[in-house]
């Protein structure tokens, strides 16, 4: 058996697993480990965590040592960096002209590079703005462009809920989410109602998703036609939550039954109006065919007519 551990390099980031070798963890320890990227800090958020050796992917590499209090303090001046990196490229975006917007500068640990994280609408040239990044601050530039979503989760903020954001407190991954997922839980279509800081679709509408549409199972849709006992008339309400549907008798009222007393055999859809024969027969001489024979028949007219006509 080996023990790995599970760490974070960012609030709500993606976890990695590493090898624990001959190092004692616990969860919220900062730990020093080799990334693709070079050294790294992170936390430990799970572990020690016994799994079998053929399930431990092949590379994956041990955690070196805790974090000492001068590696925290490498982390504390980086941070000072990257705001003095974020304040000077602000300014060369703004005497440039360009069209995109810096969202956050991160410092690898060593200092062996800062990357640049920005959104844009479209493609940018940033080349002479690089130049000017790796003059002033002798390391190597990377600027990486990412989504409306990402941003929000580095910026963080308060949702229409009140509480943070759910990305940038503990969401790790994105899942898609769609309109259909606001309509099965009745909710407004209202943009400002179902959208995050982001702009896009809220991330919790998916949370309750799926229990909605297993609860609607049983009821029958707006629009049917019920026959249960006495009652005998057409839903127009449904309560998922509550487990009840609102049906209209012929005379206008409102009964309300519970789910588990409507059988399927009882629902059926909802019987058309016949339409009358005066109706029938002005949708004939209205369509588009009756039109196309008026105007064919024209030009026959107008030829008996001259023929008439005096010479």
Excluded: W
């Excluded at 040592?65 to 003095?84: F, G, I, S, V």
């Excluded at 130049?131 to 990402?150: C, P």
Aim: aromatic fraction near 6%; proline fraction near 4%; include cysteine.
């Amino acid at each position: 058996m080996a023990k790995i551990a599970r760490i974070q390099f960012n609030t709500a980031g993606k976890l990695y697993d590493f090898a624990l070798g001959r190092t004692t963890v616990k969860p919220g320890d900062r730990v020093i480990v080799e990334t693709e990227r070079g050294k790294s800090i992170g936390q430990v958020v799970a572990g020690p965590i016994e799994v079998d050796d053929a399930l431990v992917p092949e590379g994956t590499k041990q955690i070196q040592r805790l974090a000492e209090a001068a590696d925290l303090a490498t982390l504390a001046a980086n941070t000072a960096k990257e705001k003095e990196a974020h304040k000077f490229c602000l300014a060369r975006i703004k005497e440039r002209g360009m069209d995109m917007k810096l969202v956050r500068v991160e410092y690898l640990f060593d200092g062996s590079k800062a990357i640049f994280y920005f959104t844009a609408d479209g493609r940018v040239d940033f080349r002479e703005l690089v130049k000017d990044l790796a003059h002033a601050f002798h390391t190597r530039i990377e600027m990486r462009q990412i989504g409306v979503r990402d941003e929000s989760k580095m910026v963080g903020g308060i949702g229409i809920c009140g509480r943070e954001l759910c990305c940038s407190s503990y969401l790790r991954e994105f899942e898609p989410v769609s309109v259909k997922m606001a309509k099965e839980q009745n909710l407004a279509l209202n943009p400002s109602k179902i959208s995050g800081q982001c702009g896009r679709l809220l991330c919790c509408l998916s949370y309750e998703f799926d229990t909605y549409c297993s609860l609607r199972k049983g009821l029958p849709k707006c629009g049917k036609r019920v026959q249960c006992g006495c009652v005998d008339g057409e839903v127009v309400k449904v309560n998922v939550l509550q487990q009840t549907v609102t049906v209209k008798t012929a005379d206008d009222s409102m009964v309300t039954l519970n789910g588990d007393q409507i059988s399927p055999e009882n629902v059926s859809d909802r019987v058309k109006k016949p339409q009358g024969k005066g109706e029938q027969q002005g949708d004939k001489g209205k369509g588009p065919q009756g039109a196309g024979k008026q105007r064919r028949n024209r030009p026959q007219d107008v030829k008996e007519r001259k023929k008439e006509k005096p010479q």
